[in-house]
């Protein structure tokens, strides 16, 4: 199969530019003038394809790509293979982040999937909505009474944008997402499919039966936050419910109400977070991890993935396991239940005495 890009290549640089984009020193200067066509993995990286390495883990394969150029770290530069020039970053991974962003600006953010400037004649927007030069509005799109949208922002087909909602400028609002009872700030990026604002789960329960209590609150996104496709963050009860700049929150995550996330914190997919709980600035939630309710996640902590945290965990630490405790003792307690099935396995063991 012939292969196909979706997203546009903007240029087809030299080494020499794009060692200028992301700040990388080439090795050999007389590698300046060579033609970059493409990037490409290492294991698929063929003559005038660009590749990195990050991962010590695949130093095998760099040593054997066909690629025409690689962003190594510095003490991986000799292990290059002939033709290969290479490019030395003190972050790879970030450097080709930044290749790729000006090879594919397209790629960044979901834009029109209708190919769309301005708004559809397809898409309803009320009267007293507010939208500033440069908006792009797909088909199918509902933009409520007073909401107000930032110019260069893209709303995708069929999402809704309900009564006040604000959305700040330069933001993507993906296919299908609902935003209700919010504020989102600039260079926001929302992907499909994600619902923002709804009731949180709160009800007085009882044995006359459970009691709704309305949720009143708002959501706030600060500036910079990345949303991952299927995403669900209720509103506040009483409180709001707060995403904090920066934040980079995967598919599939649920926040509950009057939750705070840190800036920079990064929510990996399916974690979930209770009610009332705090994520503190740059902590990081592994895939699968449940927070229980009215907790503190400290600054800068990491939770495995799949931990049940049922408690607060100080700013640095990180835990692991169900219950979740500190990642040392929950990976003694591991090794110490291995040892004892390892005994009971062996039939030289007995438990007469």
């Excluded at 054997?64 to 292990?79: D, I, M």
């Excluded at 949720?215 to 009860?237: L, Y």
């Excluded at 934040?247 to 705070?260: E, F, P, S, Y």
């Excluded at 400290?298 to 993935?305: D, E, K, L, T």
């Amino acid at each position: 199969m012939a292969k196909i890009r979706f997203f546009p290549q903007s240029s087809t640089p030299t080494l020499a530019e794009v060692a200028r984009w992301c700040g990388a020193a080439l090795v050999s200067e007389a590698d300046g003038n060579r033609i970059v066509r493409d990037v490409a993995a290492l294991d698929q990286a063929g003559p005038g394809d660009l590749t990195f390495l990050d991962n010590p883990k695949y130093l095998d394969a760099f040593r054997s790509t066909k690629a025409a150029a690689a962003l190594v770290g510095p003490r991986h530069v000799q292990a290059a293979p002939a033709g290969c020039a290479v490019l030395v970053a003190r972050e790879p991974y970030r450097a080709m982040a930044q290749v790729m962003a000006e090879l594919y600006p397209s790629a960044a953010k979901p834009e029109s999937m209708f190919d769309q400037t301005g708004v559809s004649p397809a898409a309803h927007v009320h009267p007293s909505a507010r939208l500033e030069a440069g908006v792009v509005v797909d088909p199918g799109a509902v933009i409520g009474a007073g909401a107000e949208i930032g110019a260069g922002t893209v709303i995708g087909a069929n999402a809704v944008i309900g009564p006040g909602v604000r959305v700040g400028r330069n933001g993507a609002i993906g296919a299908t997402t609902t935003i209700v009872a919010a504020l989102i700030g600039d260079r926001v990026i929302i992907h499909p499919g994600v619902h923002i604002g709804q009731d949180g789960f709160g009800f007085a329960l009882g044995a006359r039966g459970h009691l709704k209590v309305p949720q009143v609150g708002r959501v706030i996104v600060q500036d910079d936050v990345e949303i991952g496709a299927g995403v669900t963050i209720d509103r506040g009860a009483n409180r709001d419910t707060v995403i904090g700049e920066g934040a980079k929150i995967d598919n599939l995550v649920q926040i509950g109400h009057n939750v705070i996330i840190g800036r920079h914190a990064v929510l990996v997919s399916q974690s979930g977070v209770s009610g009332s709980s705090v994520i503190g600035d740059f902590a990081a939630l592994g895939g699968q991890s449940g927070i229980a309710g009215h907790l503190r996640i400290g600054a800068g902590a990491q939770v495995a993935a799949a931990a049940g945290v049922m408690n607060d965990i100080p700013a640095g630490e990180r835990w692991g396991g169900a219950p979740a405790k500190p990642i040392r003792e929950f990976f003694r307690e591991v090794t110490a239940v291995k040892k004892l099935a390892a005994a009971r396995a062996d039939p030289s063991h007995s438990d007469e005495r």
